[in-house]
């Protein structure tokens, strides 16, 4: 087996069902040396090492993770098929999202995570709860450094779908999540917003924790459209530059 660098794992993201083929078992050795390919594509667009807009080469991606040229292009193509790389020419390159595309996402990552804070609200073990608690007082330490932010947000937001008890909303948050990696720069990264946004984490989990699906669903769509509000001024400041 070849062994695989591994940069910044998203907490729980797409856990890999498949082990590690035995020996002479030559397929099953590919299909995991193509879902780890994956893995690491997915990972280096979701931490930012790969932004909207580069090309990715299918050589120079062999190289840089020991990986044999076939599953990587096994995985250009998963993730071309995903839409999360798209064509230039004749060049694969990391998609971005237009306007439109960026408010569409919003809308149903808006929805989505208010349905998981209200099933939260329902579901979640008293456990799965002081998790949560204990991020948000985590995370309250953390605000300045928007790269950490960004990490610890994914955390709590994974643990929050988690806590959801519901594997099929899991995994459509799990695919808004990655397309949510196609943004080149994080809202948190505004000044002040890491702040506001640990506090409305906050406000989110005092409603899970007090049971009330209403609020809980309300703090989290609040939380969502803040982050869009926050992201349209980040956007409107690019244009300006
Ligand atoms: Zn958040």
Redesign the pocket.
Known sequence: MQQFRRIGVDAGRDKGSIRPGSKGNEMKEARSAQKDAYSLLLEAIDVGEFKPGDRLVESDLAEKFGVSRTPIREALQRLETQQLLARDGRSLIVASLDHNQLAELYVVRAELEGLAARLAAQHATDEEVRVLRDMVTEDKKVTGDASTLARA?RR??HQLHLASHNRFLVQQLNLVHQSMALMETTSLAVEGRGET?MN??AAIVAAIEARDEDAAQRALKN?ISQ?FVTRLKLDALAIDD
Do not use: I, L, M
């Open positions: 947000n709590f937001h946004a409305e984490h939380h982050a």
